[in-house]
Every structure is written in structure tokens, then in C-alpha cells.
């Protein structure tokens, strides 16, 4: 069993930046592969991005390719989503997940927290 919980969450204008963070907690929470999503309103859930148990790969959704970094720290149980140049198309609520392989798939993943909502305001 693995328990997520999402942090880093606000409103910002466009242009900021901000920083998200999962905390994992459960015996193998490092040994999994973790994902990112984001839900707007009467929007269907959307992949942001993954990265390996290791860290060693990552994967991107082009919409946030090149702005969004996700990194981990397995010494912590923790996954960070960095968030540049934020616009106002990324308000949503952001979802972390786990999952044994990286995956673009939100069906894949096992493991879900309840979310954190960031507002991005033009």
C-alpha cells in the first residue's frame, strides 16, 4: 500500500512559477514509478508527466515539454513537479500517482493522492 499527498499548490499569474510536491509513504513507495496528471473543470484527466522509480528516465506531455521539470528524491519519498512559465491553460487540479512502469496511461496507475489545485490567472 502506498499513500500519496500532494503540496505546492496556489495561485500565481502567469508567468510565475511554482513547485509541487508528493510525499510517499509505504514500504516500496521508492521502488515505483510516479506520474503526474491534471484535471480542469469538465476536462478529462490529462497526463503532465512520469519518471522512473530511478529517476534515470522521464516523460513529458508536449503541452508542458521544455516548461515542467519532475524529479525525484527516493532518500525523502518524494516527487517534485517544477512548473515555469506557468499559463493560464495549466490551472487544474494536479494528481500525483504510482505506478510500476511509466506510463502516459492514468489506468495504469495504482496508487493516487487527492490532488492539488493550481490557478493560474492571466
Known amino acids: 500500500q502506498v499513500q500519496l499527498v500532494e503540496s505546492g499548490g496556489g495561485l500565481v499569474q502567469a508567468g510565475a512559477s511554482l513547485r509541487l510536491s508528493c510525499a510517499a509513504s509505504g514500504r516500496t513507495a521508492s521502488s515505483y514509478a510516479m506520474g503526474w496528471f491534471r484535471q480542469a473543470p469538465e476536462k478529462d484527466n490529462e497526463f503532465v508527466a512520469a519518471?522512473?522509480?530511478?529517476?534515470?528516465?522521464?516523460y513529458y506531455a508536449d503541452s508542458v515539454k521544455g516548461r515542467f521539470t519532475i524529479s525525484r528524491d527516493n532518500a525523502k519519498n518524494t516527487v517534485y513537479l517544477q512548473m515555469n512559465s506557468l499559463k493560464p491553460e495549466d490551472t487544474a487540479v494536479y494528481y500525483c500517482?504510482?505506478?510500476?512502469?511509466?506510463?502516459?496511461?492514468?489506468?495504469?496507475?495504482?496508487?493516487w493522492g487527492q490532488g492539488t489545485q493550481v490557478t493560474v490567472s492571466s
Open positions: 500517482a504510482a505506478s510500476p512502469l511509466p506510463s502516459v496511461v492514468a489506468g495504469v496507475y495504482d496508487y
Open positions: 519518471i522512473s522509480w530511478s529517476g534515470g528516465n522521464t
